[in-house]
C-alpha cells in the first residue's frame, strides 16, 4: 500500500502483495501492477481499512485487495473491472 496526499486529495494505491510486478491484460484493457506506484510496504487489514475509509481517491487491485474493500463498503461489486485474471476497482469522492 502507498497514500499520496497532493493539494488536498488523499489517493490510496493498494494491490495484494502477490501480483506486485505483474500485467494482465483483457482486450484492450492493460494494468501494470507496478512496485513504484502501489508501493513496497505490506500492511495488515485494519491499516488498509484506515487508509481507505480517509481516501477521496483509491486504486484497488488484485482478488483479495477488491474483495475487502467490498466487504468495508469502500466499493460495490458492480463496479468492478477484471482484467484477465486481475480485479481492478477505483473510487473517487466527489
Known sequence: MKVYRVRGEVLVAVCDSDIVG???REGDLKIE???EFYG???VGEEEVKRAL?????????GEKAV???IEIGVIDEENILRIGECL???MVII
Open 22 to 24: 505483474m500485467t494482465f
Open 88 to 90: 481492478h476497482a477505483q
Open 53 to 61: 475509509k480517509q481516501a477521496t481517491i483509491a486504486n484497488i487491485t
Open 33 to 35: 501492477v507496478k512496485e
Open 67 to 69: 474483495r475487502f474493500a
Open 40 to 42: 513496497t510496504r505490506e
